[in-house]
């Protein structure tokens, strides 16, 4: 059983960044891919970034590569999503995810846990 509990969203400036963290419970962090998600009113939930067991490999979103980095450190167990450049089409509910499948997963199908979320609003 894997608890994560999300923090680090706001408000920001368009043009602004912030850093999500995703602190998760349980002595087995290191071997699940993480994988970020978001959610807008009224749109489906769509995949942001996911990054490796080891960290060893990401993978981004088409609409945030570039400007988006996904990172973990499982010494900590936590997992970083490091946002740059927002736009307001970046809000949305951010949550992340943790899947026992190996490498990157892009699929909200492969995950098993996730955590309640935390908002990113981005004004204009």
């Known amino acids: 059983q894997v608890q994560l509990v999300e923090s680090g969203g706001g408000l920001v400036q368009a043009g602004g960044s912030l850093r999500l963290s995703c602190a998760a419970s349980?002595?087995?962090?290191?071997?699940?891919?993480m994988g970020w998600f978001r959610q807008a009113p009224g749109k489906e939930r769509e995949f942001v970034a996911t990054i490796s067991w080891s960290g060893g490999s990401t993978y981004y979103a088409d609409s945030v590569k570039g400007r988006f980095t996904i990172s973990r450190d499982n010494a900590k167990n936590t997992v970083y999503l490091r946002m740059d450049s927002l736009t307001p089409e970046d809000t949305a509910a951010y949550s992340c995810?943790?899947?026992?499948?190996?490498?990157?997963?892009?699929?909200?199908?492969?995950?098993?846990?996730w955590g309640q979320g935390t908002q990113v609003t981005v004004s204009s």
């Open positions: 349980g002595r087995t962090f290191s071997s699940y891919t």
């Open positions: 995810e943790a899947s026992f499948a190996s490498g990157t997963q892009r699929s909200q199908l492969r995950y098993a846990y």
